[in-house]
């Protein structure tokens, strides 16, 4: 596993861990102190913002965890990969692709979220 990998899938973790003390952990492994997330409902920017918006998450979404449907593609400093929400039934909820900003150390500084497909021509 590469440093990138473990990054990403450290972002992961974050989202589906439930203990505040452990996410506090996996959020400075992948973050950088004024990191930002934004999403089509939701941002966070800060340590404190991103636990915050776990907790708002794990709550709509009680048991459901994410995971990486797919590799991690990067360029310079730029990430991206797919991501699924998974129902305890093991439906899945919503997909989506998250793109990011890699800080020099390698950590992530900016995270955007897309949620579902890209929309067809017809709807541009």
Same mark, same amino acid.
């Given at each position: 596993?590469?440093?990138?990998?473990?990054? !990403?899938?450290?972002?992961?973790?974050?989202?589906?861990?439930?203990?505040?003390?452990? #996410?506090?952990?996996?959020?400075?492994?992948?973050?950088?102190?004024?990191?930002?997330?934004?999403?089509?409902?939701?941002?966070?920017?800060?340590?404190?913002?991103?636990?915050?918006?776990?907790?708002? !998450?794990?709550?709509?979404?009680? /048991?459901?965890?994410?995971?990486?449907?797919? /590799?991690?593609?990067?360029?310079?400093?730029?990430?991206?990969?797919?991501?699924?929400?998974?129902?305890?039934?093991? #439906?899945?909820? !919503?997909? /989506?692709?998250?793109? /990011?900003?890699?800080?020099?150390?390698?950590?992530?500084?900016?995270?955007?979220?897309?949620?579902?497909?890209?929309?067809?021509?017809?709807?541009?």
């Amino acid at each position: 596993m590469n440093d990138l990998t473990k990054i !990403v899938d450290t972002y992961l973790a974050m989202w589906n861990e439930s203990d505040p003390n452990r #996410r506090a952990r996996y959020i400075q492994q992948a973050w950088t102190t004024g990191g930002s997330y934004v999403d089509p409902q939701a941002e966070a920017e800060g340590y404190e913002a991103l636990g915050e918006l776990v907790t708002a !998450v794990q709550e709509r979404f009680p /048991g459901h965890q994410f995971r990486r449907t797919s /590799g991690i593609d990067a360029h310079h400093d730029q990430v991206r990969f797919g991501w699924e929400l998974v129902a305890p039934d093991k #439906r899945v909820i !919503v997909a /989506g692709v998250d793109m /990011g900003v890699l800080a020099p150390d390698g950590r992530l500084r900016h995270v955007t979220g897309f949620f579902g497909d890209l929309p067809s021509t017809a709807e541009a």
